[in-house]
C-alpha cells in the first residue's frame, strides 16, 4: 500500500523511541491541540480577570490531555503508525482511552459555561447553543449507554476486522478521520462517566462503574484475538517494509498485547477518579446536612429521639 499522500516514503528506517518522537505535524491535529490550548487559556484568563477561580489542577489535565494527542498525532509515531500495526496501537489506544479520560478532568464545557458571556434578552450567543446543544434529544440520545457502548465495542471490531479500515488507511484524510473517530468515541463514552462536566445523562457512581466495566473486557478479547492470530489480520499492516526488519505477525502481536494491556489502565485511571469525586460529594453532602442542623437545632435528631422516647414509654 502506497502511503506516500501521508507525507513519508516506504523506506523509513527501523523504529527506535527516538526517531518516533521525532517532531513530524499533522497539520489538522497541530492546528486542532494548538485552538484547543488557546480557547481554554481565554476562559481561564476571563475568569481570573472578573475575580473568578478555576482550579490548576483542571488546566495542568487538560494541557495534558491536549499535549498527549500531539505526542501522538504530530510525532514521527504518526509516520510510524501508517506501516507499524504496533505502533498505530499505541496511537489508537492513548487518543481514544487516555487523552480523553485527562481531557474530561480537565472539565472544559464546565469552563465554557462560566467563561463565555450571557448573550441580551432575545438574542443567542454561543453560550446559549452550547446549553441548547447539551439539553437536546440528539446529545442523550449520544451520551446514553444504550448508544455510547456500542459505539465504544464497533470501533473496535467493525473498524479493523472490515474493509473500511484499510481504505481508511489508504490517504491522509482517511487516516485523520479515524484518529478523529477515535477521539470522538473516546470523549462520548467516557463524558458520562466521569461525571465532571453537565451533561444530559448523569449516572450515580455505582452505575458509572457499570458502564466502564462493561466495555473494557471488549477491548481485551480484541487485544487476545490479535495475539492468538496465526496469520496478520489486517490487509494493511501485511506486507510492512523491508527497510523497518520486521515481521507483520510478531508486529501484529505485539499490537494485540498492546490492545489488551491498555484495556486496564483506563479502567484503573477512571475508578480511582471515581472513588475520588464519591468521596467529595459525600463530604459536601455531610457538610450540608451539619448546616442544615446548625440552622433549625437538630429538629430531626431531636424528633427521632422523641420518637424512640415514646416507643419505650408504651413498653412499659
Avoid at 475568569?47 to 501522538?72: E, I, K, M, Y
Avoid at 500495526?85 to 496511537?91: A, D, I, K
Amino acid at each position: 500500500m502506497d502511503h506516500s499522500g501521508h507525507g513519508m516514503t516506504m523506506d523509513l528506517p527501523p523504529f527506535t523511541l527516538g526517531r518516533g518522537l521525532e517532531f513530524s505535524p499533522d497539520q489538522f491535529f497541530l492546528t486542532g491541540c494548538v485552538l484547543a490550548l488557546v480557547l481554554y487559556g481565554w476562559g481561564v484568563l476571563r475568569l481570573r480577570r472578573r475575580g473568578d477561580s478555576w482550579p490548576v489542577s483542571r488546566t495542568v489535565l487538560f494541557t495534558v490531555g491536549v499535549l498527549s494527542v500531539a505526542l501522538v498525532m504530530c510525532t514521527k509515531l504518526n509516520d510510524y503508525g501508517m506501516v507499524m500495526f504496533s505502533v498505530h496501537m499505541v496511537q489508537h489506544m492513548v487518543i481514544s482511552m487516555l487523552s480523553p479520560i485527562v481531557l474530561l478532568l480537565g472539565a472544559p464545557v464546565t469552563l465554557a459555561l462560566r467563561a463565555l458571556p450571557v448573550a441580551g434578552r432575545g438574542r443567542r450567543g454561543p453560550r446559549e447553543v452550547l446549553l441548547a446543544l447539551l439539553h437536546s434529544r440528539y446529545m442523550k440520545i449520544v451520551t446514553h449507554p444504550a448508544f455510547t457502548i456500542p459505539l465504544f465495542i464497533a470501533s473496535l471490531y467493525g473498524l479493523y476486522f472490515t474493509p473500511l479500515f484499510d481504505f481508511l488507511m489508504g490517504s491522509t484524510v482517511g487516516h485523520a478521520a479515524m484518529m478523529l473517530h477515535f477521539l470522538a468515541v473516546g470523549l462520548v463514552f467516557f463524558w458520562p462517566i466521569m461525571g465532571v462536566d453537565p451533561g444530559p445523562h448523569r449516572p450515580g457512581y455505582v452505575m458509572r462503574m457499570l458502564e466502564l466495566f462493561a466495555g473494557m473486557p471488549f477491548h481485551a478479547f480484541f487485544g487476545i484475538a490479535l495475539m492468538m492470530a496465526t496469520e496478520p489480520m489486517v490487509g494493511a499492516y501485511r506486507n510492512p517494509p523491508a527497510s523497518l526488519g520486521i515481521d507483520a505477525l510478531t508486529d501484529q502481536n505485539a499490537a494485540g498485547g498492546i490492545a489488551w494491556a491498555f484495556s486496564e489502565i483506563p479502567s484503573v485511571l477512571v475508578l480511582i477518579a471515581l472513588v475520588f469525586q464519591w468521596y467529595r460529594s459525600e463530604q459536601r453532602q455531610a457538610k450540608r446536612l451539619d448546616r442544615a442542623a446548625d440552622r433549625d437545632g437538630d429538629k430531626e435528631l431531636a424528633a427521632y429521639n422523641a420518637y424512640l422516647a415514646s416507643l419505650q414509654a408504651r413498653s412499659r
